[in-house]
Protein backbone atom coordinates (compact mmCIF):
# COMPACT_ATOMS: atom_id res chain seq x y z
CA UNK A 1 0.00 0.00 0.00
CA UNK A 2 1.18 3.29 -0.94
CA UNK A 3 -0.38 6.83 0.20
CA UNK A 4 0.65 9.42 -1.39
CA UNK A 5 -0.24 13.49 -0.59
CA UNK A 6 0.11 16.07 -3.32
CA UNK A 7 1.40 19.72 -2.53
CA UNK A 8 2.48 23.31 -3.93
CA UNK A 9 -0.45 24.07 -5.74
CA UNK A 10 -1.99 27.65 -6.76
CA UNK A 11 -2.38 30.56 -8.96
CA UNK A 12 0.06 31.87 -10.91
CA UNK A 13 0.49 34.17 -13.61
CA UNK A 14 1.08 33.01 -17.25
CA UNK A 15 4.43 32.36 -17.86
CA UNK A 16 4.89 31.80 -13.97
CA UNK A 17 6.70 28.80 -12.30
CA UNK A 18 5.25 26.74 -10.29
CA UNK A 19 6.80 23.26 -8.21
CA UNK A 20 4.57 20.56 -7.19
CA UNK A 21 5.37 17.86 -4.62
CA UNK A 22 4.14 14.61 -3.57
CA UNK A 23 4.91 12.68 -0.46
CA UNK A 24 4.62 8.92 -0.73
CA UNK A 25 4.26 6.38 2.48
CA UNK A 26 5.93 3.49 3.27
CA UNK A 27 9.31 1.55 2.46
CA UNK A 28 8.80 0.32 -1.16
CA UNK A 29 8.86 3.72 -2.73
CA UNK A 30 11.81 2.97 -5.15
CA UNK A 31 10.12 0.13 -6.61
CA UNK A 32 7.00 1.94 -8.01
CA UNK A 33 7.62 4.16 -11.32
CA UNK A 34 6.16 7.81 -10.44
CA UNK A 35 3.79 9.51 -12.14
CA UNK A 36 2.36 13.61 -12.75
CA UNK A 37 -1.01 13.39 -14.17
CA UNK A 38 -4.18 15.89 -14.51
CA UNK A 39 -7.42 16.69 -15.24
CA UNK A 40 -9.32 20.25 -16.51
CA UNK A 41 -12.91 20.41 -16.01
CA UNK A 42 -15.10 18.48 -18.13
CA UNK A 43 -12.22 16.37 -19.62
CA UNK A 44 -10.70 13.04 -18.95
CA UNK A 45 -7.55 13.02 -17.11
CA UNK A 46 -4.29 13.22 -18.82
CA UNK A 47 -0.71 11.93 -18.66
CA UNK A 48 1.67 14.59 -17.84
CA UNK A 49 5.41 12.90 -16.99
CA UNK A 50 6.32 9.72 -15.61
CA UNK A 51 9.53 8.65 -13.97
CA UNK A 52 11.25 5.41 -13.80
CA UNK A 53 11.74 3.91 -10.21
CA UNK A 54 15.23 4.94 -9.74
CA UNK A 55 15.32 8.37 -11.68
CA UNK A 56 17.51 6.78 -15.04
CA UNK A 57 13.98 7.35 -17.48
CA UNK A 58 11.57 9.98 -17.70
CA UNK A 59 8.84 10.77 -20.15
CA UNK A 60 6.51 13.63 -20.98
CA UNK A 61 3.34 14.64 -22.67
CA UNK A 62 3.90 16.62 -25.90
CA UNK A 63 2.24 19.59 -24.10
CA UNK A 64 5.01 20.43 -21.16
CA UNK A 65 7.88 18.71 -23.21
CA UNK A 66 10.64 21.69 -22.27
CA UNK A 67 8.90 23.22 -20.08
CA UNK A 68 7.89 20.77 -17.17
CA UNK A 69 10.54 18.92 -15.46
CA UNK A 70 9.94 15.64 -13.11
CA UNK A 71 12.13 14.21 -10.44
CA UNK A 72 12.18 12.12 -7.27
CA UNK A 73 14.48 11.86 -4.30
CA UNK A 74 14.05 8.06 -3.28
CA UNK A 75 15.86 9.18 0.14
CA UNK A 76 13.09 11.07 1.01
CA UNK A 77 10.05 9.70 -0.84
CA UNK A 78 9.21 12.30 -2.75
CA UNK A 79 8.19 12.60 -6.25
CA UNK A 80 8.28 16.56 -8.07
CA UNK A 81 6.95 18.18 -11.05
CA UNK A 82 9.02 21.51 -11.72
CA UNK A 83 6.63 23.76 -14.32
CA UNK A 84 7.79 26.71 -16.33
CA UNK A 85 6.32 29.11 -18.44
CA UNK A 86 2.94 28.29 -17.28
CA UNK A 87 -0.07 28.60 -19.83
CA UNK A 88 -3.55 28.91 -19.22
CA UNK A 89 -4.03 25.45 -20.60
CA UNK A 90 -2.15 24.39 -18.19
CA UNK A 91 -4.78 24.73 -15.87
CA UNK A 92 -6.50 21.59 -14.15
CA UNK A 93 -6.37 19.73 -10.58
CA UNK A 94 -2.73 17.56 -10.58
CA UNK A 95 -2.49 14.48 -9.28
CA UNK A 96 0.55 12.00 -8.44
CA UNK A 97 0.72 8.55 -9.13
CA UNK A 98 2.19 5.39 -8.18
CA UNK A 99 2.35 2.23 -10.41
CA UNK A 100 4.92 -1.59 -10.64
CA UNK A 101 5.18 -0.78 -15.06
CA UNK A 102 6.50 1.60 -16.10
CA UNK A 103 3.79 3.02 -18.57
CA UNK A 104 2.35 6.17 -19.89
CA UNK A 105 -1.70 5.13 -19.23
CA UNK A 106 -3.53 6.34 -16.53
CA UNK A 107 -4.29 2.88 -14.57
CA UNK A 108 -1.76 3.75 -12.28
CA UNK A 109 -2.40 1.44 -8.77
CA UNK A 110 -2.29 3.63 -6.19
CA UNK A 111 -3.18 8.11 -6.98
CA UNK A 112 -3.38 11.21 -4.42
CA UNK A 113 -6.20 13.71 -3.46
CA UNK A 114 -5.11 16.12 -6.40
CA UNK A 115 -3.64 19.85 -6.40
CA UNK A 116 -5.35 22.67 -8.12
CA UNK A 117 -3.16 24.41 -10.49
CA UNK A 118 -5.14 27.71 -11.87
CA UNK A 119 -2.73 29.74 -14.29
CA UNK A 120 -4.45 33.12 -14.73
CA UNK A 121 -4.16 37.22 -15.14
Known amino acids: QVQLVESGGGLVQPGGSLRLSCAAS????????MGWFRQAPGKERDFVAI????????TYADSVKGRFTISRDNAKNMVYLQMNSLKPEDTAVYYC??????????????WGQGTQVTVSS
Open 97 to 110: AANRLYKIGTDYDY
Open 26 to 33: GRTFSTYT
Open 51 to 58: ISRIGIST
